[in-house]
């Protein structure tokens, strides 16, 4: 065979070889895809949803009424809701009362995620592949929450109906904080929270405090929802979080079961079960002891891995139900306290992978030990000196790391902090900014005894007073700072010149944070001056960076560049 008989037979098969790579990395996956999108069922409800038979009555410009159930906002900012019925009921009458806030919060998530992905063609794409991955979500939602969501999505807007139905939309928008745990090294969620009982507090009984660092941004945090459900069928329960979410991220029910969740590690999820939330919000309305709650976790399929805190009044103590797509297990401490951040802690997951990762590389155990210290530091504990320990914002030893530090157990970014007793029923709320507002007390009995109590409450009683030291010292320099930081980093986008004395200024926000020369070296990086980039990324090492992912990422540019 000739030279040129063997070059056509050698491009033939490499032909081959690419139509083969084509047909393997691009059309099958095309294909399937196709085929799960056209195959994606919501399972919307047939139920008839008529929200004009439910009569609105407003008193004043903070209290609307259906009947008896209401929505109520406080003069902290605070929205309290309180609903009841079957779940057609419950779902109409909260779509009805919270009709305005449903559409912001739903305007301010779709204007997030058009920051992130401006192009019209990619946001369309992600529309494609979300319904891909949540194909068959619906299928491990219990019937009794879609009818729920679906009541409910009657009152959305259908501005976004390109995106999906109103009931699509919203159904999918209770997976968001699964879906955050893909983006963890982004910072979308990375909790603390603890028990502690017998002699560890000051009255000998169960106390629980969280923090929930779930961060979209400020609008999305700016109306937060205390809701309190009282069901057609379960316990009745108090949930702590945004409006249109009917699943639980923090909640306390009628028997003294209290649940919180905090975000772990594990493979990136190729398909979607039973969102996070809907599954504590299954126990929460169905147990009222840890072995109840357990029972009900082993019973469904979840696609992340979670660490759920359980309290228990009944029991006087608390565990952790750890769970990822494939285990679960049930961890308890031998001492009277026990603490959760976002690593598991079992026998059953010390030699998952993916654990030992998140273990040695995150800020997870520093955390962990850091709200150890601050326990061992303040026992017998009392509500308010739990809301101080959420409050914290140094590190191990009480050393300064800066604002905003991810290793903080207050990094300024969180959603709602809460405070349990589960043996008095009482839950404490804090309030804006953060965890450093005013901490507003609620007592359950009372509350689902009349609901119009949340109206009359006296906001004194039993009131943990906000961190005026916090406010007065450090709350405009964080928005300072961040305003900062954003203009620096558009700078560096956008090729634009920062004057030095913006950069000193920058520094003088948060001298001690990490971030603040990492991102300085960025920018003189941009400019072309190297050795001003190499002199503060070397500068940030000096300070305590929050995982090893971010410690090597600046060791490499300073390898890159620095020429010496």
């Not at 057609?88 to 009709?99: A, D, F, S």
């Not at 995150?362 to 962990?368: F, N």
Request: overall charge negative.
């Amino acid at each position: 065979m000739n030279k040129t008989g063997i070059y056509k037979k050698v491009f033939k098969r490499i032909l081959w070889v690419i139509i083969l790579i084509v047909l393997l990395t691009v059309l099958i996956p095309v294909t399937v895809g196709i085929y799960y999108f056209n195959k994606a069922d919501f399972k919307c409800p047939s139920d008839s949803v008529y929200t004009e038979k439910y009569h609105v009555k407003s008193v004043g410009d903070s209290i609307k009424y259906i009947e008896h159930d209401l929505l109520h906002r406080n003069k902290y900012g605070l929205w309290e809701v309180y609903i009841s019925g079957s779940p057609l009921e419950r779902g109409t009458k909260y779509g009805v009362l919270t009709k305005d806030l449903l559409q912001y919060q739903e305007n301010v998530f779709v204007e997030q995620i058009k920051e992130f992905i401006p192009s019209d063609f990619y946001l369309n794409f992600l529309h494609k592949l979300i319904a891909v991955f949540n194909w068959n979500m619906a299928s491990y939602v219990p019937e009794e929450y879609r009818k729920e969501i679906y009541a409910i999505s009657q009152s959305c807007s259908h501005e976004f109906d390109s995106f999906g139905t109103p009931y699509e939309r919203q159904i999918n928008y209770h997976a968001a904080h699964d879906i955050g745990h893909a983006m963890q090294e982004y910072m979308l969620v990375g909790c603390s929270s603890f028990a502690v009982w017998n002699e560890n507090t000051s009255d000998s009984t169960l106390l629980i405090g969280r923090n929930f660092d779930f961060y979209v941004n400020d609008k999305f945090a700016r109306n937060k929802i205390i809701l309190f459900m009282e069901p057609e069928k379960g316990y009745k329960f108090v949930s702590v979080s945004w409006p249109g979410m009917m699943g639980v991220v923090s909640g306390m029910n009628e028997k003294g079961l209290t649940i919180t969740i905090n975000a772990a590690k594990g493979a990136i999820p190729v398909t979607s079960a039973m969102p996070i939330s809907l599954l504590v919000r299954e126990i929460l309305q169905n147990a009222s002891t840890i072995h109840e709650a357990y029972q009900i976790a082993q019973e469904h399929k979840t696609f992340v891995s979670e660490s759920m805190l359980i309290g228990s009044a009944i029991d006087r103590s608390a565990a952790i139900i750890e769970k990822s797509p494939s285990k679960i297990s049930l961890y308890r401490e031998n001492d009277n306290d026990i603490i959760c951040t976002n690593h598991f802690q079992s026998k059953e997951f010390m030699i998952d992978s993916y654990n030992i990762d998140n273990i040695n590389n995150t800020d997870s155990k520093y955390r962990y030990d850091r709200l150890s210290e601050l326990i061992k530091e303040s026992i017998p504990l009392s509500p308010d000196k739990a809301v101080t320990i959420l409050r914290d914002r140094k590190g191990i030893n009480n050393k300064d790391i800066g604002l905003t530090n991810q290793k903080s157990i207050n990094q300024s970014i969180a959603h709602h902090s809460v405070i349990f007793k589960p043996e008095e029923l009482k839950i404490w709320v804090s309030t804006e900014p953060w965890q450093s507002g005013t901490f507003l007390c609620y007592d359950l009995k009372e509350v689902f005894e009349n609901p119009n109590k949340l109206v009359e409450r006296n906001d004194k009683q039993l009131t943990i007073p906000a961190d005026t030291l916090f406010l007065e010292n450090y709350y405009h320099d964080i928005l300072e700072y961040r305003k900062q930081f954003k203009k620096i980093r558009e700078s560096i986008s956008g090729g634009l010149v920062t004057p030095v004395q913006e950069i000193h200024r920058f520094i003088e926000l948060n001298p001690n944070y990490y971030e603040v020369y990492d991102i300085i070296g960025d920018y003189y990086k941009e400019m072309k001056n190297i050795e001003k980039a190499v002199e503060y990324w070397k500068k940030s090492l000096d300070y305590e960076i929050p995982s090893t992912y971010e410690l090597e990422k600046i060791r490499n540019k300073i390898k890159d560049y620095d020429k010496e």
